[in-house]
């Protein structure tokens, strides 16, 4: 199976700080990653597929980059709604794995 | 609009069986493959199970291999998770989960979840 790790596995920010979480895969994935985020006792919401390709409807303050093993998810200027948690997952192949996840707390 | 609304959980002893199940709506659940993802109290997201639209293929994660089997009713929109052998381990919030192709192929983006649903396994 291929692992993902990420880090930090939290970070404390201000509103209108710049954040970049990364993400490294045990092999090469090529682009198949997507990053979700997720609330307190909410189901995940997805942000970013194919490393880079943000979904409909997020904002344009998230943003992805990476191909290989390596990936990142930067939030711009944080707001208040995007104190979360957030997880990478690879989709190159079965079982698809998550990272561990990165906790955004407020400063 | 799409929603996924699991069902089923609850207490059971270890050893136990559980069948969890998923009530599409909002879109044609028949052309789209399913997944199941678990979250254990506090932990992070792990990839349990999924199903192919037609039902045909499935492939389940090592931890439950043997003892989970997915499946699906494309006449009733409703995908499935019998849970047998239940161990102290699978105590987690199951969260049924939309690819957006139909198909077979890891490449999918999972796009859809439903708000889960908890299983307690604990004598």
């Known amino acids: 199976d291929i692992q993902m790790t990420q880090s930090p596995s939290s970070v404390s920010a201000s509103v209108r700080d710049r954040i970049t979480i990364t993400c490294r895969a045990s092999?090469?994935?090529?682009?198949?990653l997507a990053w979700y985020q997720q609330k307190p006792g909410k189901a995940p919401k997805l942000l970013i597929y194919?490393?880079?390709s943000l979904q409909s409807g997020v904002p344009s303050r998230f943003s992805g980059s990476g191909s290989g093993t390596d990936f990142t998810l930067t939030i711009s200027s944080l707001q208040p709604e995007d104190f979360a948690t957030y997880f990478c997952?690879?989709?190159?192949?079965?079982?698809?794995?998550f990272g561990g996840g990165t906790k955004v707390e407020i400063k | 609009e799409v929603q996924l609304l699991e069902s089923g959980g609850g207490l059971v002893q270890p050893g136990g069986s559980l069948r969890l199940s998923c009530a599409a709506s909002?879109?044609?659940?028949?052309?789209?493959?399913m997944n199941w993802v678990r979250q254990a109290p506090g932990k992070g997201l792990e990839w349990v199970s999924v199903?192919?639209?037609?039902?045909?293929?499935?492939f389940h994660s090592d931890s439950v291999k043997g003892r989970f089997t997915i499946f699906r009713d494309n006449s009733k929109n409703t995908l499935y998770l019998q849970m047998n052998s239940l161990r102290a381990e699978d105590t987690a919030v199951y969260y049924c989960?939309?690819?957006?192709?139909?198909?077979?192929?890891?490449?999918?983006?999972?796009?859809?979840w439903g708000q889960g649903t908890l299983v307690t396994v604990s004598s």
């Open positions: 997952q690879q989709a190159n192949s079965f079982p698809r794995t």
């Open positions: 989960a939309k690819d957006d192709r139909g198909g077979f192929t890891p490449t999918a983006v999972t796009d859809y």
């Open positions: 199903i192919s639209d037609s039902g045909v293929t499935t």
């Open positions: 092999q090469g994935i090529g682009s198949w």
């Open positions: 194919a490393a880079s």
């Open positions: 909002g879109f044609t659940f028949s052309i789209y493959t």
